[in-house]
């Protein structure tokens, strides 16, 4: 069966240079597979050059054993470890499958079908690679020499239609009562940064707060692979763009942050900051754009904050920590923080507003999920209460 394996490695390879060269009759390739098997294997016994075909056939089409995984809409997550281990997330948890590929020669063939179609490729040279499938589902790639169990392949699925705050209260992500304070929050142009640990859902929240986002207003989001939906109509999606294999042609997060103020947003949604360009998002929250919204890996909410002073550090333009520290109390509003339980759920733990305290930036913790049960406490006045009054007193003033 090796043997056969090998041939139908060699028909596929005779099929792409024959598309290559444009030698293609142009019928169904499963008919013009058929026909390269019996020209080029008639020896083999029937059933033998069916199976050859079938072979060629997905090798040339398809990925192979993770077709029926990407096709159960349970799967969020799709991770290979080498060819032997395919791992899965569904509902928040992570499970071994029973699916493997036959060699790591198999699994670098699916790699190569996806990358392929998008104008990307791994090798020796650029063995790392991030890339986006046409459906909006996140891929990254991992190689060997790096990849020292067989190359890495990881499939964050993506949904076509993205969750509300109705639906993260319906599945237990945050109450009734904080997710009409938090749509408030956002109506009323509070700065929002979302906080949590890898898989926490922060890009889910976010999106989900994004939807607050009154109609009319113009929205650009930035994305590195873009996965936000948002629903208003006036929306600019931008995505950044790694370097080509001539090290050229890369468009950082920070660029587009720095283009997208010259695009007349209302709004700003950065789809995470880890980066020089916390700076220009502090920035720009300084000047004018107020309401952005974007997410932060952390592991609490006063975690957050210290990230964001230590990314906008990173910009390297000289200026006194004092200095940014100022810029990010100014800055931001509200930190929002998710964590993922054991059991897999996601709930959001922590709500702060950011207060101004000695030094730099406080924090004035108004909701915290302990022991199970919600915690609350009203904004202090000014700042947040302020802008909350000021929603209210215009929303009375068009009733009436």
């Known amino acids: 069966m090796d043997a056969l394996e090998d041939l139908a490695e060699a028909l596929r390879r005779r099929l792409i240079e024959r598309a290559r060269v444009g030698d293609r009759a142009g019928g169904p390739l499963d008919e013009e597979v058929r026909e390269l098997v019996a020209r080029e294997a008639a020896a083999l016994p029937e059933p033998e050059r069916a199976e050859l075909a079938a072979r060629v056939v997905r090798l040339a089409t398809g990925l192979g054993p993770l077709e029926p995984l990407l096709a159960d809409p349970a799967v969020d997550e799709v991770m290979v470890n080498g060819p032997r281990e395919v791992y899965v997330e569904r509902a928040g948890r992570i499970e071994r499958t029973g699916v493997s590929f036959g060699s790591e020669s198999e699994l670098s063939h699916s790699i190569e079908r996806i990358l392929a179609p998008l104008g990307r490729r791994v090798d020796e040279a650029s063995p790392l690679c991030d890339a986006r499938l046409p459906d909006g589902s996140r891929v990254n790639v991992v190689i060997p020499p790096l990849a020292l169990s067989g190359s890495c392949l990881t499939i964050r699925r993506f949904r076509a239609?993205?969750?509300?705050?109705?639906?993260?209260?319906?599945?237990?992500?945050?109450?009734?009562?904080?997710?009409?304070?938090?749509?408030?929050?956002?109506?009323?142009?509070?700065?929002?940064?979302?906080?949590?640990?890898?898989?926490?859902?922060?890009?889910?929240?976010?999106?989900?707060?994004?939807?607050?986002?009154?109609?009319?207003?113009?929205?650009?989001?930035?994305?590195?692979?873009?996965?936000?939906?948002?629903?208003?109509?006036?929306?600019?999606?931008?995505?950044?763009?790694?370097?080509?294999?001539?090290?050229?042609?890369?468009?950082?997060?920070?660029?587009?942050?720095?283009?997208?103020?010259?695009?007349?947003?209302?709004?700003?949604?950065?789809?995470?900051?880890?980066?020089?360009?916390?700076?220009?998002?502090?920035?720009?929250?300084?000047?004018?754009?107020?309401?952005?919204?974007?997410?932060?890996?952390?592991?609490?909410?006063?975690?957050?904050?210290?990230?964001?002073?230590?990314?906008?550090?990173?910009?390297?333009?000289?200026?006194?920590?004092?200095?940014?520290?100022?810029?990010?109390?100014?800055?931001l509003n509200l930190v929002v923080h998710q964590a993922r339980s054991p059991d897999g759920?996601?709930?959001?733990?922590?709500?702060?507003?950011?207060?101004?305290?000695?030094?730099?930036?406080?924090?004035?913790?108004?909701?915290?999920?302990?022991?199970?049960r919600p915690l609350w406490r009203p904004p202090a006045a000014g700042g947040l209460a302020g802008r909350l009054d000021a929603l209210r007193a215009g929303s009375a003033t068009a009733v009436a």
């Open 161 to 331: 239609r993205g969750f509300s705050l109705d639906d993260l209260v319906e599945n237990g992500t945050l109450p009734r009562g904080l997710a009409d304070f938090l749509a408030g929050c956002v109506a009323a142009r509070a700065a929002i940064l979302v906080s949590g640990g890898t898989g926490s859902g922060k890009t889910t929240t976010l999106g989900a707060l994004s939807a607050a986002i009154p109609e009319g207003e113009r929205i650009v989001t930035i994305e590195d692979a873009a996965e936000l939906r948002l629903r208003q109509r006036h929306v600019v999606r931008l995505e950044s763009r790694p370097a080509n294999v001539e090290g050229r042609g890369e468009v950082t997060i920070r660029q587009l942050v720095r283009n997208a103020l010259r695009m007349r947003p209302d709004r700003i949604v950065v789809g995470e900051v880890r980066g020089a360009e916390a700076l220009d998002m502090l920035m720009a929250l300084n000047t004018g754009h107020e309401g952005s919204l974007t997410t932060v890996h952390a592991n609490s909410p006063e975690d957050a904050l210290r990230r964001v002073e230590a990314l906008a550090l990173m910009a390297g333009v000289g200026l006194p920590h004092a200095a940014v520290r100022e810029q990010v109390t100014s800055a």
């Open 345 to 372: 759920s996601r709930r959001i733990e922590s709500v702060v507003e950011v207060v101004r305290a000695p030094g730099g930036p406080g924090t004035r913790e108004l909701y915290r999920l302990r022991a199970g």
